[in-house]
């Protein structure tokens, strides 16, 4: 079966850049989305299609998506992006919904 | 606005079965999917399966699939998840979201309920 593979954690002192990645067989091949949750909250799409940022998501986020790994970019990191974040992607063949694992950003 | 509303916390003994339900508003209900995600205690998001409210249109994780079953009220606009011979495993937060589907773009979840959290304990 397909997976997506997320590293458990990352740290990024403000103001500094965070790069999350998630990656899988072709991924490149497949749209990814990005999700952000925060303790206690639901999660909120943060980016879709590969590299667009739904209304009301601030433009230090981005995306990126290529061979076979997906890349979310949070520039100019801020307390309040502290939070887990996962990935997702489509699996056309059998119409499964895929995420990864999660990874815990830490800003610090 | 898009809002999905799900019901409250449940309660159940092993070996029972639950349904939670998810109420839609601020949209055409049929067309957007529904899918279903659930999260287990500091463990990450596990997909169960989705529905298409315009043509009851069902796909199943392979996991869950012989207990779950996902069904749909356009009347209401309300979807439901029922997962049946519970375990202590199926303890979790479980969330209904909305997505929408297009040749070409894949599938893109856009908006998740508050979550509904299933205890199994004897």
């Known amino acids: 079966s397909y997976v997506l593979t997320q590293p458990p954690s990352v740290s990024v002192s403000p103001g500094q850049t965070a790069t999350i990645t998630c990656s899988g067989d072709?991924?490149?091949?497949?749209?990814a989305s990005w999700f952000q949750q925060r303790p206690g909250q639901s999660p909120i799409l943060v980016i879709y299609?590969?590299?667009r940022r739904p209304s009301g998501i601030p433009e230090r986020f981005s995306g990126a998506n290529s061979g076979n790994t997906a890349t979310l970019t949070i520039s100019g990191t801020q307390a309040m992006d502290e939070a887990d974040y996962y990935c997702q992607a489509w699996d056309s063949s059998t119409e499964d919904v895929l995420f990864g694992g999660g990874t815990k950003l830490t800003v610090l | 606005q898009v809002k999905l509303v799900q019901s409250g916390p449940e309660v159940k003994k092993p070996g029972t079965s639950v349904k939670v339900s998810c109420k839609a508003s601020?949209?055409?209900?049929?067309?957007?999917?529904v899918t279903w995600v659930r999260q287990a205690p500091g463990q990450g998001l596990e997909w169960m399966g989705w529905?298409?409210?315009?043509?009851?249109?069902?796909n199943y994780a392979q996991k869950v699939q012989a207990r779950v079953t996902l069904t749909t009220d356009t009347s209401t606009s309300t979807a439901y998840m029922e997962l049946t011979s519970l375990t202590s495993d199926d303890t979790a937060l479980y969330y209904c979201?909305?997505?929408?589907?297009?040749?070409?773009?894949?599938?893109?979840?856009?908006?998740w309920g508050q979550g509904t959290l299933v205890t199994v304990s004897s």
């Open positions: 529905i298409s409210p315009y043509n009851d249109k069902t």
């Open positions: 979201a909305r997505f929408r589907a297009a040749p070409g773009t894949g599938m893109v979840i856009d908006y």
């Open positions: 072709k991924l490149g091949d497949r749209f």
């Open positions: 601020g949209y055409t209900f049929p067309n957007y999917g």
């Open positions: 299609e590969d590299r």
